[in-house]
């Protein structure tokens, strides 16, 4: 007997595909309010290590707005697999940025932790759904 609740196919189809949106739209959003609130917007503790990439902030948040256009195109193009691609560079910006709060509380006992759960949590939920647009393409093939 399994413990899996049934649920409807494409109501499930839905809620994915506005996840996707959704990450996309934050990606893009996210990524612009890095590049126009400067570098006086990331003056807390928590940013130092963060701010270690060569262009930081900006260069952060133009990676996370790229990745996020391409999700969201590829949702509108219906791609698959650029939808894929999309959230799986959302994905890989949010686990290194969850990564540079690590170092930082590490290095700094004063340095806020909250970031690391919230972007480790949308880096898991990009590649889930990241996952089921490239999965859901072999299906059509």
Sequence with gaps: MSTELVINARLAQYVV???GRIISIFAVLQG???ILGGKVRWSAE??????LLPGAPPSWGWLLSIFG???????FARRGNMVAFGLFGCAA????FAASFVVTA???ERSALTGI?????????????????RESRKLES
């Excluded at 928590?46 to 701010?51: H, K, N």
């Excluded at 910006?93 to 290194?96: E, G, K, N, P, V």
């Design 69 to 75: 256009l391409i999700a969201i195109a590829g949702t």
């Design 32 to 34: 612009l309010s890095i």
């Design 17 to 19: 595909q506005t996840i």
């Design 46 to 51: 928590a940013f130092a290590t963060a701010l």
């Design 106 to 108: 590490i290095q700094n």
């Design 117 to 133: 759960w919230a972007y480790l949590l949308l880096s898991i939920i990009s590649v889930l759904v990241g996952v089921t647009y």
């Design 93 to 96: 910006w949010s686990l290194f």
